[in-house]
């Protein structure tokens, strides 16, 4: 449950005013002994965002008792072979986009960013 959609809505550790939608997980590598990373695109909303693309990016870094948790802004464009996917619910899109994302051409800039804020963590990590 770590960094999942379901753990930022139970925690409210993003958002307290609205819900988190994860648009898909992004692969990260957590360094350092028996640490745990994990990263997800996501947008924010009230009311479900789908169509719309996310534009966040959320990092959980897991070791021992502690966690790390970094957000920052992605830039992520839409994908008009989900949209058909939105007139049957929001998950439906959300499924669609996470699989279309790794082909994607900003894909490889989003894995950056995430590995990059999981390494800031790391000399935390060593201590």
């Known amino acids: 449950m770590l960094g999942t959609e379901e753990f930022y809505n139970a925690t409210a550790t993003l958002n307290g005013d609205a819900a988190v939608y994860s648009y898909g997980e992004i692969p990260v590598a957590?360094?350092?002994?028996?640490?745990?990373?994990?990263?997800?695109?996501f947008a924010v909303g009230q009311d479900d965002p789908a169509p719309s693309p996310p534009d966040n990016l959320a990092v959980t870094v897991m070791q021992g008792d502690r966690i790390f948790i970094f957000t920052e802004k992605a830039t992520v464009k839409g994908m008009p072979a989900c949209s058909v996917s939105?007139?049957?619910?929001?998950?439906?899109?959300e499924q669609c986009f996470a699989k279309k994302l790794p082909s994607q051409s900003e894909y490889p800039k989003l894995v950056n960013q995430a590995q990059r804020l999981v390494d800031l963590v790391s000399p935390q990590l060593q201590r």
């Open 30 to 41: 957590a360094r350092g002994g028996d640490s745990i990373a994990r990263a997800i695109v």
């Open 86 to 93: 939105n007139l049957q619910t929001s998950i439906t899109y």
